[in-house]
């Protein structure tokens, strides 16, 4: 099972939007409606942002918003805050033997 | 409050084996799902398993099956990940993080994680 595909680098001025892809197949992000997203900061836990897809869990900002369209979920960032820059990764569920798949992380910078 | 508090940190020899423990407070263990999770260093999320509390059930990634194995004790309210044949590229923080569902998993607490190091 390889890890979904996810863009390196993803950077943005304050106050702007970024969206950050994920990318799979049809057994995972495009077959299920299972896919979350993780912030790390370097050194850190990782830290639940989205999940199925579009959920967020109590406490976290409503600058974060994610979406799906077949194969690719997108994390969508609005009005960046210096707080912001960190690695994401996304995951999702997978019908292969290997149930659960990681991206690769993206590393969003706030210039 | 939620606390999973991991074992500290192992330093191994290639073609050993580590245990690490996971201790779950402030929610019911039975109750949710726990998986682990590595990161070598510098390095993205590699999902590696996950285990029923309850029943013990176990699930784990295709690329571990036969030197991995997570088992529990409800009486301490602790899960273990046990990692055999150790290489260095099993030079990673290992974390665990608990899952209510079992599938599509969210999970919303981590462990500080664990770093083994394997070096002749």
């Known amino acids: 099972q390889s890890a979904l595909t996810q863009p390196a680098s993803v950077s943005g001025s304050p106050g702007q939007s970024i969206t950050i892809s994920c990318t799979g197949t049809?057994?995972?992000?495009?077959?299920?409606?299972?896919v979350s997203w993780y912030q790390q900061h370097t050194g850190k836990t990782p830290k639940l942002m989205i999940y199925?897809?579009?959920n967020r869990p109590s406490g976290v900002s409503n600058r974060f918003s994610g979406s799906k369209s077949g194969d690719t979920a997108s994390l969508t960032i609005s009005g960046l805050q210096a707080e912001d820059e960190a690695d994401y990764y996304c995951?999702?569920?997978?019908?292969?033997?290997?149930?659960?798949?990681f991206g690769t992380g993206t590393k969003v910078t706030v210039l | 409050q939620v606390q999973l508090v991991q074992s500290g940190a192992e330093v191994k020899k290639p073609g050993a084996s580590v245990k690490v423990s996971c201790k779950a407070s402030?929610?019911?263990?039975?109750?949710?799902?726990m998986h682990w999770v590595r990161q070598a260093p510098g390095q993205g999320l590699e999902w590696m398993g996950l285990?029923?509390?309850?029943?013990?059930?176990?699930n784990y990634a295709q690329k571990f099956q036969g030197r991995i194995t997570m088992t529990r004790d409800t009486s301490t309210s602790t899960v273990y990940m046990e990692l055999s044949s150790l290489r260095s590229e099993d030079t990673a923080a290992y974390f665990c993080?608990?899952?209510?569902?079992?599938?599509?998993?969210?999970?919303?607490?981590w462990g500080l994680g664990t770093l083994v190091t394997v070096s002749s």
């Open positions: 402030g929610y019911t263990f039975t109750s949710y799902f």
């Open positions: 285990i029923n509390p309850n029943s013990g059930s176990t």
């Open positions: 049809s057994s995972d992000v495009g077959g299920y409606n299972y």
């Open positions: 199925d897809v579009s």
């Open positions: 995951s999702s569920y997978s019908s292969s033997s290997t149930l659960e798949v």
């Open positions: 993080a608990r899952d209510q569902r079992g599938f599509g998993a969210h999970l919303d607490y």
